[in-house]
């Protein structure tokens, strides 16, 4: 794998706390959630290929993938329960 294909851990590690303080948030919930969505949407044609090897390690990417599908749907569910309006 390449330097131009390496994977952006830092918008999943953006998008779950994001996803987090619109949990806690009181009033925010609305605007956190859509940045949480923003870098979940953003990370997922990020991760190409079938397993990425660093450090001595290879990480098979489905699950990775699977993993910001299931998140990007519990943002999205998140979204809408709690009244916010798809801008």
């Known amino acids: 794998m390449n330097e131009s294909q390496n994977i952006d851990v830092m918008l999943f590690e953006i998008g779950g706390?994001?996803?987090?303080?619109?949990?806690?948030?009181?009033?925010?919930?609305?605007?956190?959630?859509?940045?949480?969505?923003?870098?979940?949407?953003r990370q997922l044609p990020l991760?190409?290929?079938?397993?990425?090897?660093?450090?001595?390690?290879?990480?098979?990417?489905?699950?990775?993938?699977?993993?910001?599908?299931?998140h990007l749907d519990a943002v999205s569910k998140k979204y809408s329960d709690a009244g916010c309006q798809l801008h």
């Open 17 to 41: 706390a994001y996803e987090f303080l619109g949990d806690i948030s009181g009033k925010d919930k609305c605007r956190l959630y859509e940045i949480a969505r923003q870098a979940f949407e």
């Open 47 to 70: 991760i190409k290929g079938d397993s990425y090897t660093a450090y001595g390690h290879t990480t098979p990417l489905e699950p990775v993938r699977a993993d910001i599908r299931k």
